[in-house]
């Protein structure tokens, strides 16, 4: 399972860093000020959960069944938050029909909120 955490956030990491690059010159051109500041956002929060995910994968004070529940409510609140808002952003060039998405954001955010939050449930459950 750490091998598995770890490898997830590389991935996250490397594709937040390429969708950054990708909003900053490539999206610069044709998406509106505020639709680049929505996109940014996105790939914040799946900068900020990449790291996350490498301090789960190697934090040895949680057990393996602690570190996989907070794995996958990551995944899906990083899915979930940061996809949506992509789609979202981009809906101009895209011409996706997206405002289905809208509700998905703060689904997302209350996952990445949850795995915060069992993390600090399963740190403060610990006997000394």
Do not use: C
Not at 4 to 11: Q, T
Not at 14 to 33: C, P, Q, R, Y
């Amino acid at each position: 399972m750490d091998k598995k955490i770890l490898l997830v956030a590389a991935f996250l990491g490397v594709t937040a860093i390429i969708l950054g690059a990708f909003g900053a010159h490539g999206l610069k051109k044709v998406l509106s000020v505020e639709q680049l500041t929505t996109f940014e956002v996105g790939v914040r929060y799946q900068m900020y959960h990449a790291l996350f995910l490498l301090f789960v994968g190697t934090f040895t004070f949680l057990e393996d069944k602690e570190r996989s529940i907070i794995f996958y409510l990551t995944i899906v609140g990083v899915l979930f938050f940061s996809g949506s808002i992509y789609f979202l952003a981009t809906n101009t060039i895209t011409h996706l029909k997206t405002k289905f998405l809208g509700p998905i954001t703060p689904i997302g955010g209350l996952f990445l909120v949850a795995a915060w939050g069992y993390l600090f449930y399963s740190v403060l459950s610990k006997k000394q």
